[in-house]
Antibody, heavy 121, light 106 residues
C-alpha cells in the first residue's frame, strides 16, 4: 500500500524558514517523480514544485521560485521542501504527491494527507 | 503562460443524473490532462489521466474526453459519494490546476 506522510508544518513568522518532509513507503521511491501541491484555506489546488526520479529535472511555481527548494533522498525514501522567506500567502495545507512516472511533468496518482503551514506574526 | 478554466463553477445535479464538467486550456496541452476529485477534509484523488484513461480503481461511470484545449469529464449516473469538487490539471508543461467545479446535490 502506497503511503505518503508529510511532517514539518506549523506556525511560523513572516520572513522565517520551514522545512517540510514526506516519508514514502509501499512503492519503489526512486522510480517516480514527486511533487508538492498546496491548498490555501477554502481555495483550490496549486502546484508548488516537482522533482524527477533522479533529481535531474526540477520545477517551481512562479509564486515560490527563488524562495523554496525541493529535494529528495532516494536512500531514505524521503522528499523535502525547504521554504525560506515565508509570506502570509504561503499559508496552506501542503500535500506530498507521487508522480505516475519518472518525469516531472506527470499526473499524481497518490497523495498524502498534508501538513499545515501557517505564516503569521 | 497557460491558463486553465473550468465551467461551471458549481453544478447542481440530482442523484442518478448525468454530470458534464468542462475544462479549457488557453493553449494546446495535447492529451496531458488529468482530473481529480476532492471531498471535504480529504486529499485529492486521481480519476483520469491522459485525458481519457481511468486511474486504478475508478468506476466506469467516470469518463474523460478531449484533446488540445477542450476537455470534458462525464459522470454518467451520479452517486451520493460523487458530490465533491473536481479539478482538471494540465501536465504538458509544469503542472497547473484549474479552479475547480463543485458538484452538489440539487
Amino acid at each position: 500500500e502506497v503511503q505518503l506522510v508529510e511532517s514539518g508544518g506549523g506556525l511560523v513568522q513572516p520572513g522565517r524558514s520551514l522545512r517540510l518532509s514526506c516519508a514514502a513507503s509501499g512503492f519503489t521511491f526512486d522510480d517516480y517523480a514527486m511533487h508538492w501541491v498546496r491548498q490555501a484555506p477554502g481555495k483550490g489546488l496549486e502546484w508548488v514544485s516537482g522533482i524527477s526520479w533522479n533529481s535531474g529535472s526540477i520545477g517551481y511555481a512562479d509564486s515560490v521560485k527563488g524562495r523554496f527548494t525541493i529535494s529528495r533522498d532516494n536512500a531514505k525514501n524521503s522528499l523535502y521542501l525547504q521554504m525560506n522567506s515565508l509570506r502570509a500567502e504561503d499559508t496552506a495545507l501542503y500535500y506530498c504527491a507521487k508522480g505516475a512516472a519518472r518525469r516531472v511533468v506527470v499526473a499524481d496518482d497518490y497523495w498524502g494527507q498534508g501538513t499545515l503551514v501557517t505564516v503569521s506574526s | 503562460e497557460i491558463v486553465m478554466t473550468q465551467s461551471p463553477a458549481t453544478l447542481s445535479v440530482s442523484p442518478g443524473e448525468r454530470a458534464t464538467l468542462s475544462c479549457r486550456a488557453s493553449q494546446s496541452v495535447s492529451s496531458n490532462l488529468a482530473w481529480y476529485q476532492q471531498k471535504p477534509g480529504q486529499a485529492p484523488r486521481l480519476l483520469i489521466y491522459g485525458a481519457s484513461t481511468r486511474a486504478t480503481g475508478i468506476p466506469a461511470r467516470f469518463s474523460g474526453s478531449g484533446s488540445g484545449t477542450e476537455f470534458t469529464l462525464t459522470i454518467s449516473s451520479l452517486q451520493s459519494e460523487d458530490f465533491a469538487v473536481y479539478y482538471c490539471q494540465q501536465y504538458n508543461n509544469w503542472p497547473l490546476f484549474g479552479p475547480g467545479t463543485k458538484v452538489d446535490i440539487k
